[in-house]
């Protein structure tokens, strides 16, 4: 079973929806959470990231964690095209030497 | 800060031949990680090192690919002899692993064609 999983997608929103980002991981003592934003042909972005517990905004976007699901999100309010892109969540286990471990990715598609 | 720098930002070889890929970190990170993506496999950790040291690197794939970190400030993948499925983009990060605040930030990559 692979560390952190992800919906592949892809996930197709109109613009102006919200957009919603699923990931879960698997080892418990996971303590940072983050999410990255990657347009084809370029590296990946840091959008987001979440150590505790519960909701996090920043603009149009909001993760949310719960340890106890293992299992974070994003939000993305106000969907623009220009946030069509691959979503990648990562899972750092600082005990474990800050191992950084990525999902699959979701697609995200916003349509016009 | 000019971020996390990679070259070359593209590179072409012939199968057999040595690629070196390099790194520079940015400055005051303490923890560098390797990552190679392809459209089958995502992104894979290849190896990472905290404070110069490598720390994992069960993600290398074979006996060809090694890294090594001489300093703070340089890091080095090679693949020796290369093979067209060493065909990949490869990339570096860094990250502080001070005070719990582990932000991870990427170069450009470089996008190796062996062929």
């Known amino acids: 079973q692979k560390e952190v999983e992800q919906n592949s997608g892809p996930l197709s929103v109109p613009e102006g929806a919200i957009a919603s980002l699923n990931c879960t991981y698997s080892d418990r003592v996971s303590q940072s959470f983050f999410w990255y934003r990657q347009y084809s042909g370029k590296s990946p972005e840091l959008i987001m990231s979440i150590y505790s517990n519960g909701d996090k905004e920043d603009g149009r976007f909001t993760a949310q964690l719960n340890k106890a699901s293992q299992y974070v999100s994003l939000l993305i309010r106000d969907s623009q095209p220009s946030d069509s892109a691959t979503y990648l969540c990562a899972v750092n286990t600082y005990n474990a030497g800050n191992m950084l471990t990525f999902g699959g990715g979701t697609r995200l598609m916003v349509k016009p | 800060d000019a971020g996390v720098i990679q070259s070359p930002r593209h590179e072409v070889t012939e199968m057999g031949q040595e690629v070196t890929l390099r790194c520079k970190p940015i400055?005051?990170?303490?923890?560098l990680f390797w990552y190679r993506q392809t459209m089958m496999r995502g992104l894979e950790l290849l190896i990472y090192?905290?404070?110069?040291?490598?720390?994992?690197d069960s993600g290398m794939p074979e006996d060809r690919f090694s890294a090594k970190m001489p300093n703070a400030s340089f890091s080095t993948l090679k693949i020796q002899p290369s093979e067209p499925r060493d065909s990949a983009v490869y990339f570096c990060?860094?990250?502080?692993?001070?005070?719990?605040?582990?932000?991870?930030?990427f170069g450009q990559g470089t996008r190796l064609t062996v062929v």
């Open positions: 400055s005051g990170h303490n923890s």
């Open positions: 990060a860094s990250s502080s692993r001070t005070g719990g605040v582990t932000e991870a930030f």
């Open positions: 090192f905290n404070n110069n040291v490598p720390i994992d």
